[in-house]
């Protein structure tokens, strides 16, 4: 071999280390998660861990279910509150305004990407919770105070890159569709929109995902009552909070079963996520 | 040639960030956070008079300190309340007494209550402010998370064998429950009498105000202690930061700021 291509090659292996240093540490993760938490769901039972209604650890009582609802809760509020307001925006940005207002706000948007959660909880707490329990009752640390910070969290997401999809339409569908006499509305809605529906949707998963795993800012609005909440100004605790609450002290079978947490929210997030990236190549696949 | 520079650079950077700097010796202190405002006060104090020791505290709650004492990720373990069985045979040593504050809403019109009162109230037998001549209002309970030792000398003072609702709003400590029920006119929580501050309000347990005079004569009876923990006997410098902990300066700190001293 040449010296060229003896360089080349070193070039790749040190590349191809580097990568599978990285997916080790994931499998690692997940190996440790899985190998912590499965003791306590065989000792207990599936059923009994994933619908029992009764977490006290201390009675050796690990009923997930009032977390699950109210991880699946938030998350669905959230979405409630991100997607309107999201798409709209993006409708918005790549419709009905010039390039130059896109060049300036896209990129602030995406700023908003990097506000560390904790300030978002920190502005609930501060401003949204006395807000909610003042004008609208109950103690204000809620489903409805978690749910409209987490859908200002994701809406970066949704609006990101659902301007993305909506770029990445072909020119020719927009201009057909006016040239034949519709609206711009009418172009936006039965148009533009089937057409970058995939990628779309997966900026609607991905910020699914980002709701279910957040954890700092649940735990300062949500009130972690575990109960399962009658009304939307009811506490609530979601799975992230459970395992973030009680991690740090706890031994034994109660550490295994926030590890089995762990394991169900992985599970969770793994579905999003191979959902999302098959909807993303058959939307590479059509073009 | 640059490259040369430049791998000589990043090894250089390597081998100063492995190295352990100016010999610091340093006491890692970890566990209540009712203990936490007091342990930094202690902390301060001693590293000014002995400026090459470092103390470092961190209030993760009490259960979790008594853990990181049995691992050795921390040098003492602090605690707000009494050892459970199964951790006996660590050493422990009690540094101050502190009252158990049960707290509402500087607004709200009640100010006493029996401890049967309060033990209905957080185990969600009575859920209305109007029980007790107060308006229509739902009570807004706040508690601790489980491994707190502010819950867990609450649970043995004041509810025995009754467990505190479901549907009691859980906060991971004590600056959060005090502020949660400085701001919300319904709610009621308890927390450290030695965190007690104007923004909310004590209540008197059967007529008898929660004061260091009342608990020192034992008549406000919710009274539980500070303990450090350490998993073998303290030695060398953790042995001479505890001494001064329980000397009488370490005491008349805490004293000052509205903790009852050991001696």
Redesign the interface.
């Known amino acids: 071999m040449t010296q060229l291509e003896r360089n080349e090659k070193l070039i790749q292996v040190v590349l191809a280390v580097i990568a599978f240093s990285a997916i080790s540490f994931l499998a690692i993760i997940t190996f440790f998660i899985f190998i912590e938490g499965t003791p306590v769901i065989i000792k207990y039972g599936i059923k009994n861990f994933l619908f029992g209604m009764d977490w006290?650890?201390?009675e050796k009582s690990f009923g997930i279910l009032?977390m699950i609802i109210g991880s699946i809760e938030v998350t669905v509020g959230a979405l409630i509150i991100g997607i309107p307001l999201g798409l709209a925006c993006a409708v918005s940005l790549t419709e009905f305004s010039s390039k130059r207002i896109r060049q300036i706000l896209k990129p602030v948007i995406e700023l908003l990407a990097g506000i560390p959660s904790v300030v978002y909880g920190f502005i609930g707490?501060v401003i949204l919770v006395?807000f909610i329990?003042n004008n609208l009752g109950?103690?204000?640390?809620s489903v409805l105070a978690a749910s409209i910070v987490l859908g200002i969290m994701i809406l970066p997401t949704i609006i990101s890159i659902s301007i993305d999809s909506l770029l990445a339409v072909p020119r020719n569908y927009r201009e057909g569709s006016i040239a034949m006499g519709a609206t711009q509305w009418q172009t936006t809605i039965m148009v533009m929109f089937p057409a970058a529906k995939s990628g779309i949707i997966t900026s609607i998963i991905l910020g699914m995902g980002r709701a279910i795993g957040e954890t700092m800012a649940v735990?300062m609005i949500a009130?972690?009552?575990?109960?399962i909440p009658n009304s939307i100004l009811?506490?609530v605790?979601t799975l992230t909070s459970n395992i973030a609450?009680?991690i740090?002290?706890?031994?034994g079978e109660h550490r295994q079963a926030l590890f089995a947490t762990g394991i169900v929210l992985f599970v969770i997030i793994m579905i999003l996520n191979t959902v999302a990236n098959v909807m993303s190549i058959k939307k590479r696949g059509r073009n | 040639m640059r490259r040369l520079i430049f791998v000589i650079f990043i090894l250089a950077l390597f081998i100063t960030g492995c190295s352990q700097g100016v010999s610091h010796k340093e006491i890692i202190i970890a566990g209540s956070t009712s203990v936490e405002p007091f342990a930094d006060k202690w902390a301060e104090v001693y590293m000014e008079k002995y400026p090459d020791i470092i103390v470092n505290v961190q209030g993760s709650g009490s259960s979790a300190g008594i853990q990181a004492a049995i691992s050795g990720v921390a040098d003492i373990g602090t605690c707000s309340r009494e050892l459970k069985p199964e951790e006996k045979d660590l050493t422990e040593i009690i540094v101050a007494y502190d009252g158990l504050a049960i707290i509402v809403n500087s607004n709200n019109k009640t100010g006493d209550l029996t401890i049967e009162q309060i033990k209905q109230i957080f185990s969600g037998e009575i859920r209305n402010w109007q029980e007790f001549g107060g308006g229509n209002k739902v009570i807004n309970v706040v508690t601790r998370e489980e491994g707190s030792g502010t819950r867990g000398a609450f649970q043995e003072l004041v509810m025995k064998k009754n467990r505190i609702f479901k549907g009691a709003i859980v906060q991971d400590s004590n600056g959060t429950v005090r502020e949660i029920v400085a701001t919300d006119p319904n709610a009621i929580g308890y927390i450290s009498l030695g965190l007690l501050n104007d923004k909310v309000k004590a209540l008197s347990l059967g007529g008898i105000p929660a004061t260091n005079e009342n608990i020192t004569t034992k008549r406000y009876s919710l009274v539980r202690p500070f303990l450090f923990v350490t998993k073998n006997t303290p030695t060398g410098e953790v042995k001479n930061f505890i001494d001064f902990v329980l000397s009488q300066e370490g005491q008349g700190l805490i004293r000052e700021a509205g903790l009852i001293s050991v001696n």
């Open positions: 006290f650890p201390s009032p707490v006395p329990r109950g103690p204000g640390l735990i009130g972690n009552a575990i109960n009811d506490p605790r609450l009680e740090g002290y706890s031994t």
